[in-house]
């Protein structure tokens, strides 16, 4: 049996700094095998995340939006054209259809969305596609081994997702016993993305800018947020107000409550692997990546380098304790 990583169980140790300024190094990456970002950070494709006024912010900070699927073609339709050449839409592998007439709208590409993405279904999704659209790029997802990445890539998928039971309102580990620690399946598969030069985005688990920089620095392009986003003011979770201020629901997608709204209930023989909750609107788009970004430039500077290649190239990790976390944390009263 081996031994796998959540991202509490490592640190990154310094390295030789020679950058001046926190401000010197670049966050440019890649979404997609053909898809620049001017940032590393994408925001869920969730219905309680994505709307128009987060992709707004997202195009303007050099991010790319992925839109959910979970909505009728005439809106998915409106956004393709609102944002032509800008954005990704969404599909589950049961109606190649209706990707198909969201591409010839002028979708820059398809993320295909299942739970399980290392199955024959998905790969004969992708290449069903891929004849059809040549030049369309597909991001596919979610897996968490190094198998998996290397399948989905052989079918022609242009980015990978990884990331199986991390996310904050995911349940599918303690339901089904399944799940590989995000940061080593991160790791993992990021061994195999350097060779085959297709972009791995980490789906799942980030809670602060510190998961952010390992998953980066562990091999991940970029990193795919949900709730942080979710629980911002332009997120299309539903809000309202309480004493203490403005809170938002953010849900699964998997969830009973998600599945109540969008199919009427559970389908047979089935269980929910996602829960929802309300939670405390943190404030703007604009404010949380202020507070990432910064946080990745900080964590470049430790790690001596200019770009994410760099700071990948020079990575070095170390297994840490329960204590460690402990250690980090402010501790006013001890």
């Known amino acids: 049996m081996r031994k796998a990583y959540t991202f509490d ?26 898809t620049k970002l001017d940032i590393p950070i994408i925001a869920s494709n969730m219905d309680t995340v994505m709307s128009e006024e987060l992709a707004d912010i997202l195009i303007e900070r050099g991010s790319v939006p992925i839109f959910h699927r979970f909505t009728n073609f005439d809106t998915q339709a409106k956004w393709v054209k609102k944002y032509k050449g800008k954005i990704f839409i969404s599909c589950g592998i049961k109606n190649i259809d209706f990707p198909k007439k969201l591409l010839d709208l002028g979708a820059n590409g398809v993320c295909i969305d299942v739970a399980h993405g290392h199955s024959d279904r998905m790969m004969d999704f992708i290449e069903e596609i891929k004849k059809k659209y040549p030049k369309c790029e597909i991001i596919a997802g979610n897996v968490c081994t190094a198998m998996a990445y290397h399948d989905l890539v ?34 993992e598969c990021a061994k195999i993305a350097s060779k085959l030069r297709v972009p791995l985005i980490a789906d799942g688990g980030i809670r602060t800018s510190r998961d952010v920089v390992l998953a980066l620095a562990a091999g991940a392009s970029s990193v795919m947020i949900g709730k942080l986003f979710a629980l911002t003011k332009e997120s299309a979770a539903q809000k309202k107000e309480m004493k203490d201020g403005l809170y938002a629901k953010y849900r699964g997608q998997a969830s009973e409550d998600f599945q109540k709204e969008y199919y009427g209930g559970l389908k047979e023989k089935t269980t929910a692997e996602g829960t929802n909750f309300w939670a405390k609107v943190n404030g703007s788009a604009n404010e949380l990546l202020d507070q990432l970004l910064g946080g990745i430039r900080s964590g470049m500077t430790y790690g001596g380098a200019r770009s994410i290649k760099e700071l990948q190239r020079k990575a070095e990790f170390v297994e840490v304790s329960n204590s460690y976390m402990a250690e980090s944390n402010p501790r006013p009263n001890n």
């Open 9 to 34: 169980d490592v640190a990154l140790v310094p390295q030789f700094n020679n950058i001046p300024s926190r401000t010197e190094p670049t966050l440019n990456s890649w979404l997609t095998a053909e």
């Open 154 to 187: 052989n079918a022609g998928a242009d980015a990978v997702k990884v990331g199986i039971g991390p996310g904050a309102i995911c349940t599918t580990r303690i339901v089904t016993g399944f799940g590989v620690p995000q940061f080593t399946a991160i790791a």
